[in-house]
């Protein structure tokens, strides 16, 4: 209650805030610089094209250190006596979106895309055109019951936008949701090859498998014969076709299916102030609505501009967002499907100027916390009791989160050569027994051949763990499961990454 | 004797003035160069290239020394919109001096299409026709530019 309630204060401020921005509005403008909303949402007035091409591609070589796992999965269901079983492997530890495997190659994102104004000579009217071939989780489809994974071709943004009403620019289809600054940030400008954990555990939504699935307990901790709720697997079993990701519909990248109104407006001589409302489906880049409820989003942020243009604005920005909707899930064999809140919100600032870059961002989770591509249903179904033991039945599904992460780079003058540090954390299934934090430090270096090629190497440190390792509960031997849940995330090794990304 | 050196002096004089009265009627300046640049494309590109000429020009010489006139007629004539993204640069050059000349045919045609006209930035001047301007500013002596 005490968070929805805080939720509902918090959409309420954005809300406020957005309108506090209309109100000061001086002139609704051209503002571009640095703005992902105003950048992806619109094109230069008088200065557009009819139809630009445009795209990237990113290729990249990763390598994951981590240790096979030494013990089978134990959730809150009994296993009495644990059962080693060295050599199986567990999402964490492998790379995706394929994992089965912890070195490798990827294309990891292809993009090509049209946009510009159909009609030139009138600015009131522009469009967004964006398809992906690279091999990630939105375009990786994987059919749990046959593991017949494949890569597939994704449109991730097909969107209008009107231009007539002054200060409130209406844009339709599929586009990014306003949102964090990793989500809304084009993904070509990321200095870093991975998102933050924060970014990727509550933010990137993996859409359950709405059918309640169950989960037998085998020997090894996994669930045999199950249907979406797949166990460990040795490399054997992997390199023989079995899938650790057992969701059926792609990820989804950040995106939504609807209709937004924003607008940038100049304030004073330098500040430039944005917001954004929206109304989406809640189903990523799928076109349905089956559960007939809608996503809402809003944003807004503040900005001083320093100079320049694009995507490499200098300036000093700030902004907060919230996003809430729900979705349905069955948790319960028989028990037909259920709405679960699914809430999101966060604030941070970003910091660029020459050659420093800071940005720091904190993000709140409520409801249907991803805790693995392993367990597409069944731990947002599972029981977990609360870390004192009181053994209140709760899972994932209503389950809470936060994190927050913090990165700088230092463009090293007269060179082309930038150096990057990020440190992100996050928290999920907070106060529950199989509370799990995640910590990386990514340690990176590029080197940029020219405003549109670079060579970007990430190095990530990485300590993941249960929070509470030593949590008994009354009647379950769960110290026996979160400790085997422990055992097999220290096991968790750091990683290395290498990536090519050039835009056209 | 007295009186045919004052007819000469009178017609020699007459001359004078009739050489210099075009160059005076186009522009009042004393520019030692003159140039026309032209912008009739669509590619957006262009219009960058063309104030970054205009600028260049400016710099080369000393104050006074040149002047410059951009002629957008065609898909060009965005360049000269109210709205368009690089209305402070040409608000920056024409303080500094560039003319702006907006084609007036080009205008009537887009007001057609559109159903309304567009609002063209004060900094121009909406002439009878773009081609036509240069035209007359060639015949003037302007250099003509076409980046």
Redesign the interface.
Same mark, same amino acid.
């Given at each position: 209650m005490q968070n929805k309630k805080q939720n509902k204060t918090l959409f309420k401020r954005t809300m406020l805030g957005a309108a506090c921005a209309l109100a000061l509005a001086g002139s609704a =403008? #051209?503002a571009?610089a640095a703005n992902w909303l105003m950048l992806q949402g619109t094109e /230069?007035? =008088?200065? #557009? #094209?009819?139809a630009e091409v445009w795209g990237f591609i990113q290729a990249d070589y990763q390598a994951d250190y981590s240790g096979a796992n030494p013990y089978g999965f134990a959730p809150a269901i009994q296993v009495p006596n644990p059962v080693s079983v060295p050599g199986n492997y567990a999402a964490p530890k492998m790379l995706g979106p394929n994992l089965n495997s912890q070195a490798g190659f990827n294309v990891s994102r292809a993009r090509i895309g049209v946009r510009g104004t159909g009609f /030139?000579? @009138? @600015?009131h009217i522009n469009y967004f055109l964006l398809l992906e071939m690279g091999n990630n989780g939105t375009t990786r489809n994987s059919n749990s019951a046959n593991n017949n994974a494949f890569t597939s071709v994704k449109a991730t943004d097909a969107s209008i936008t009107l231009n007539y009403i002054k200060g409130a620019r209406v844009r339709a289809g599929l586009f990014k949701y306003p949102g964090a600054e990793e989500s809304l940030q084009a993904i070509q400008a990321h200095d870093y090859i991975n998102f933050t954990e924060v970014t990727n555990g509550l933010l990137l939504e993996r859409f359950p498998n709405q059918a309640f699935t169950t989960c037998t307990l085998s020997a090894s901790g996994g669930c045999a014969g199950a249907t979406g709720n797949l166990g460990q697997y040795t490399t054997a079993q992997l390199q023989a076709g079995a899938s650790l990701n057992g969701f059926k519909n792609p990820a989804g990248a950040f995106r939504d299916v609807g209709i937004q109104v924003f607008d940038a407006f100049n304030v004073g001589k330098d500040w430039e102030l944005s917001y954004a409302g929206m109304i989406g489906n809640g189903n990523g880049i799928e076109f349905d609505n089956s559960d007939k409820s809608y996503d809402k989003y809003a944003y807004v942020s503040a900005e001083k501009k320093y100079g320049g243009s694009g995507a490499r604005a200098e300036g000093l920005k700030y902004f907060a967002w919230t996003q809430r909707g729900s979705r349905l899930l069955e948790i319960t064999s028989g028990g037909g499907l259920k709405s679960y809140d699914r809430n999101r919100s966060g604030f941070g600032v970003k910091y660029l100027k020459m050659p420093y870059r800071i940005t720091a961002e904190y993000i709140k989770a409520d409801g249907m916390i991803f805790v693995g591509t392993d367990k597409p249903n069944f731990y947002f179904t599972g029981t977990s009791a609360s870390a004192d033991g009181n053994g209140i039945t709760a899972n994932s599904a209503t389950a809470r989160g936060r994190g927050w992460y913090v990165e700088g780079g230092w463009y090293i003058p007269n060179s082309r050569v930038e150096l990057d540090a990020r440190f992100d954390t996050v928290d999920r299934n907070e106060d529950y027994a199989n509370e799990f934090r995640f910590n990386k430090w990514t340690l990176g270096t590029q080197y940029h051949f020219n405003a549109k090629t670079r060579l970007t190497v990430n190095y990530e440190i990485r300590d993941y763990k249960m929070v509470h390792p030593n949590t008994t509960l009354s009647g379950t031997n769960t110290t026996t499961a979160i400790g085997n849940a422990t055992a097999n995330l220290n096991g968790v090794g750091n990683k290395l990454g290498v990536q090519l990304t050039a835009s056209f | 004797m007295h009186n045919y050196f004052r007819s000469i002096f009178f017609v020699l004089t007459t001359l004078v003035a009739m050489a210099a009265a075009p160059a005076m009627a186009a522009s009042d300046s004393m520019a030692d160069i003159k140039y026309v640049m032209q912008i009739s494309d669509m590619d957006p590109s262009k219009q960058e290239l063309i104030l970054n000429n205009a600028s260049n020009v400016l710099e080369a010489f000393p104050p006074g020394a040149v002047e410059v006139e951009i002629v957008a007629y065609g898909p060009g004539l965005r360049l000269l919109f109210a709205q368009n993204v690089n209305a402070k640069r040409i608000n920056s050059l024409s303080q500094s001096g560039v003319k702006f000349s907006a084609c007036g045919v080009t205008l009537k045609g887009m007001t057609k299409q559109l159903g309304y006209e567009p609002k063209i930035n004060p900094d121009a001047k909406v002439v009878r026709g773009g081609v036509v301007r240069i035209g007359e500013l060639v015949k003037q002596g302007y250099v003509y530019i076409r980046p």
């Open positions: =403008g #051209s571009m /230069p007035e =008088g200065a #557009s #094209s009819r /030139p000579i @009138d @600015d | -």
